[in-house]
């Protein structure tokens, strides 16, 4: 199957700090990805979409300006959380494809905002 | 709005018991349907999918789950547990795009 590599794996930064998730696609082209947060004993949410070359779509409730998504490339697609605060720690996990295709998600990156 | 319930939050079994968890959808049309396995602080790996055709589907790591359309349901099923089947379980499914609805989880522990 498809392999998404995500990293980092976890990452402690003070708040109001900025951090960058990568998710990359190993073996194959991706002009979609998705990203998706865990709260802790809690299911996987949607976050946003990402497109290649163009802006992510992002679900209703989550903040486009703090939550930044950059898919400039087909293997390459980056969440940033801009000025964390503790509330935004949480499990951020990647995939590509779905549907009516198997997904395949990135190992996750566990975020602690201290 | 489309949803996804997972009714047990927590199931424990003894090694060798049988194992059925489970899983009901929203929405009227008929979704492609997934369970996912994840252990702790790791990714996603699909056991089994639903697509369409026979109602009974076969997993990797001895995981059968059936679509049982008047019920709106897809349950989770394994005959003898192995301990190294803890692990938290999600259902999922979605509707002709590639946007993944996830249940709420159940925790599998099992006892030797």
């Known amino acids: 199957g498809a392999v998404v590599s995500q990293h980092p794996s976890w990452v402690i930064c003070k708040s109001g700090t900025s951090v960058k998730i990568e998710c990359r696609s190993l073996?194959?082209?991706?002009?979609?990805m998705f990203w998706y947060r865990q709260f802790p004993k809690q299911s996987l949410m949607l976050m946003a979409t990402?497109?290649?070359?163009?802006?992510?779509?992002?679900e209703q409730g989550v903040e486009k300006d703090k939550f930044l998504i950059n898919h400039a490339s087909l293997t390459l697609s980056t969440l940033t959380v801009t000025s964390a605060h503790p509330e935004d720690s949480s499990f951020y996990i990647c995939?590509?494809?779905?549907?009516?295709?198997?997904?395949?998600f990135g190992q996750g990156t566990r975020l602690t905002v201290v | 709005a489309q949803s996804v319930t997972q009714p047990d939050i927590h199931i424990t079994v003894s090694e060798g018991a049988s194992l059925e968890l489970r899983c009901n959808y929203s929405?009227?049309?008929?979704?492609?349907l997934f369970w996912y396995v994840q252990s702790p602080g790791q990714g996603l790996q699909l056991l089994l999918k639903?697509?369409?055709?026979?109602?009974l589907v076969q997993g990797i790591k001895g995981f059968e789950a059936e679509f049982k359309r008047s019920q709106s349901s897809f349950n989770l099923r394994k005959p003898s547990v192995h301990w190294s089947d803890a692990a938290e379980y999600f259902c999922?499914?979605?509707?002709?795009?590639?946007?993944?609805?996830f249940g709420t989880g159940t925790r599998l522990q099992v006892f030797p």
């Open positions: 995939s590509y494809g779905g549907g009516a295709t198997e997904a395949f």
């Open positions: 073996d194959f082209q991706a002009t979609t």
């Open positions: 990402s497109n290649e070359g163009s802006k992510a779509t992002y």
């Open positions: 929405y009227g049309a008929t979704p492609y």
């Open positions: 639903y697509f369409s055709g026979d109602t």
């Open positions: 999922a499914v979605s509707y002709n795009t590639d946007k993944l609805i």
